[in-house]
């Protein structure tokens, strides 16, 4: 392809690595946004995972609408570099409209499930596109858009992987700039500010540049819409299964390293940026030994070969390894330092499968790069399918694979999946073979090689799935200080007098969260929710639970209905439904496992609150009404028609993330708005 910068005035290399810094800056700007944009769509469609899923499949949607779009609309005449400055402006002024329309948008959607209609994802959907399609379409845009600045060779597309690596490193510096700076120290205003500078300056980057790079196109170049010939078709799936897997583990990961870690912001921020220090280096060295490679779909199958090991390895990691290992945390006398152990944990199990998904994108460019394809299309589609994989992964995981099969069933099948993507690539690289071999024998050589490559592959999957381990309960029950449990159990074991026993009486991976309840010492009954005690039956405790209620009750003069946030163990839910006076109990709580499996575990001290629920919702206790509404605690208060007399909140802690609004000055305004007169 000769649509490229005229190198007899300019080398089409000399600028590229310039071009690499600024997709740095655009990486970092599109993370800051992202995490602005999702916190501030938290607030209008709630914090569930249904509705996070509807914010992420609309984030990368929109980003895959976009690297399919631009290569048709916008001519091959355009210099590349301008219309790449041109969207980057296209997203700062998203980004500016977004800031200051998001509060006329939470208005007009809680007016509109407020009266009762469209109270479904559907409404949710339709918010989510309205705010992150034009922005998100625009970004997806910009790879594709800087393609056409380059060759579609196998090491002209090698940029391409730079570019993308470039990035990616960006977005690590943008996910750990706004989590640990801009959004702690400013707030979402000044952090929008930052990102639309950045935005600015890159744009004004890339026009100076095209403005002393004249660009030539070959005029004789063709769009070419025949079919797909089946080895282009094989590396599509390829990185689209890729994509599936990675975005998949991340879901998976995050949820084992956020309970043993801490479910706190910052928590997210580190497993995020692990996960994009991996991409960003694979996606590097994928470029680097791409460029001269001959074979680069038997390397894209390697990979997927490799991440079959690394998958295992990181499942190892978290379930075998880090709940056994014994922190004191009494040691750290500096958050500095426990960050940095966080990172070090995270990195060892994250980083190893993160660089194989990152080297498969460079390396599947490579495979499908030719001299007669319009860069723009070629590098767009490829995008297209390892975005689409990646949606369809990120939202089967979350809302099917681990409520429904577990995390260790789901890992299990990220390995199944690395493994076709695998069996596939090696079906297309073993047929490749000289033409001055005798058909028949090259026929035998692709089966007898093919064959003993899937046996091989077949029989590694069945030993590894067979040896990956459930996370043990104890990490689930307690956390950061699991490793300090199962050091205290084996002593006590080795005690004469043993004077602790624990007991799991039940362990459940949910939609949005884990849980756990234990027998402490054969008396108290604990409920544990992402690594930490939330309720519990011993003395003092049960005085905590009660009273919140009790005292609640008695102050306000003949309370008829009460909303309570946050089910937990149903203590102080049900010390409402002993007063007279009540006749309607309305339970909000996030995690359905709660109510339909814990609250019952302690029927006698919540007086059966919620027994029956999962079969008859509302029903009767006590002679109250007694509804329990799943969802997050701040949307449906402010999506609620309804007003009570009490409304009692006792979230988890405000350190945990998602429960940080539920603590702030807004979220006690919406409450008082939705009290009774009196």
């Not at 690595?17 to 602005?36: K, R």
């Not at 104890?474 to 050091?487: E, K, L, P, T």
């Not at 008859?616 to 609620?640: A, C, F, L």
Request: with cysteine; net charge positive; proline share 5%.
């Amino acid at each position: 392809m000769k649509h490229k910068p005229d190198s007899t005035v300019f080398g089409s290399g000399k600028f590229l690595p310039l071009l690499v810094v600024l997709f740095i800056g655009s990486g970092c700007a599109a993370l800051i946004y992202e995490v602005i944009w999702l916190q501030l769509l938290q607030f209008v469609v709630g914090a569930t995972s249904i509705s996070l899923g509807v914010l992420l499949g609309t984030f990368m949607g929109g980003m895959c609408l976009g690297s399919l779009i631009l290569p048709r609309l916008v001519s091959i005449k355009q210099h590349p570099l301008v219309v790449y400055a041109f969207l980057e402006l296209g997203i700062g002024l998203c980004g500016l409209a977004i800031l200051f329309g998001m509060p006329l948008v939470g208005n007009i959607y809680t007016g509109i499930v407020g009266y009762g209609l469209f109270q479904s994802v559907l409404l949710r959907s339709l918010i989510a596109a309205v705010c992150l399609l034009p922005p998100t379409i625009l970004m997806g845009a910009t790879l594709p858009a800087i393609s056409r600045w380059v060759e579609t060779t196998p090491k002209g597309v090698s940029w391409m992987g730079f570019f993308y690596g470039g990035n990616i490193f960006g977005a690590v510096a943008g996910c750990l700039l706004a989590g640990f700076y801009l959004l702690r120290i400013f707030d979402i205003a000044v952090a929008t500010y930052a990102a639309i500078a950045l935005n600015v300056i890159v744009a004004t980057g890339a026009i100076f540049i095209s403005r002393i790079t004249p660009y030539n196109y070959d005029q004789s170049l063709t769009r070419s819409d025949e079919p797909y010939p089946l080895k282009l078709k094989v590396v599509y799936i390829t990185i689209a299964l890729s994509g599936m897997a990675a975005l998949g583990s991340e879901v998976i990961w995050t949820r084992l390293l956020s309970i043993m870690l801490g479910s706190t912001v910052y928590t997210f921020s580190i497993i995020l940026a692990e996960f994009l220090v991996g991409l960003g280096i694979g996606s590097a060295a994928g470029a680097y030994f791409g460029r001269n490679m001959k074979r680069p779909g038997f390397a894209l199958g390697m990979c997927q070969f490799l991440l079959i090991l690394a998958i295992a390895w990181t499942s190892y990691i978290l379930t075998d390894s880090l709940p056994y290992r014994r922190m004191d945390l009494s040691m750290i006398v500096h958050e500095w330092y426990l960050f940095q152990l966080d990172l070090a944990r995270s990195a060892i199990a994250v980083l190893p499968p993160a660089i194989f998904w990152g080297a498969s994108f460079p390396l599947a460019l490579a495979a499908v790069a030719s001299h007669n394809q319009d860069a723009g299309r070629l590098v767009g589609r490829v995008y297209a399918a390892n975005t689409i994989g990646a949606i369809v992964g990120a939202l089967a995981f979350s809302l099917i694979g681990i409520p429904v099969l577990g995390t260790a069933v789901s890992q299990k099948l990220l390995v199944v999946i690395s493994a076709l993507g695998a069996i596939l690539m090696f079906s297309q690289a073993f047929s490749e073979t000289s033409d001055e071999s005798p058909t028949k024998k090259v026929k035998l050589r692709f089966n007898t090689r093919f064959s003993g490559a899937v046996a091989g592959i077949v029989l590694l999957v069945t030993v590894i799935i067979t040896n990956m381990h459930t996370v043990p309960w104890f990490a689930i029950a307690y956390g950061r200080y699991m490793s300090n449990y199962d050091y205290l159990m084996t002593l006590n074991k080795n005690a004469s007098n043993p004077d602790i026993n624990i007991t799991p009486l039940y362990v459940g991976e949910g939609l949005n969260g884990s849980v756990a309840v234990t027998l402490f010492n054969g008396q108290s009954r604990q409920y544990h929710s992402m690594g930490k005690v939330q309720a519990s039956t011993d003395p003092r405790d049960m005085r905590l639970q009660r009273m919140l209620g009790h005292i609640t009750a008695l102050l306000t003069g003949n309370p008829e209905s009460v909303l309570v946030i946050g089910c937990g163990a149903g203590i102080t839910a049900g010390s409402f439904v002993t007063h007279p006076e009540v006749k309607n109990v309305t339970i909000c709580e996030i995690e359905p496992l709660v109510p339909k499996v814990v609250a019952p575990m302690f029927s006698k001290e919540n007086y059966g609150i919620a027994d029956g629920i999962d079969k008859e919702n509302p029903h009767m206790v006590n002679g109250k009404k007694v509804r329990i509404e799943y969802d997050d605690g701040r949307h449906y208060v402010s999506t609620s028609i309804d007003k009570f007399d009490i409304i009692s909140a006792d979230p988890i802690d405000p350190w945990s993330k998602g429960a940080a609004p539920l603590y702030s000055k807004e979220f006690f305004d919406i409450c008082k708005a939705h009290l009774k007169p009196g």
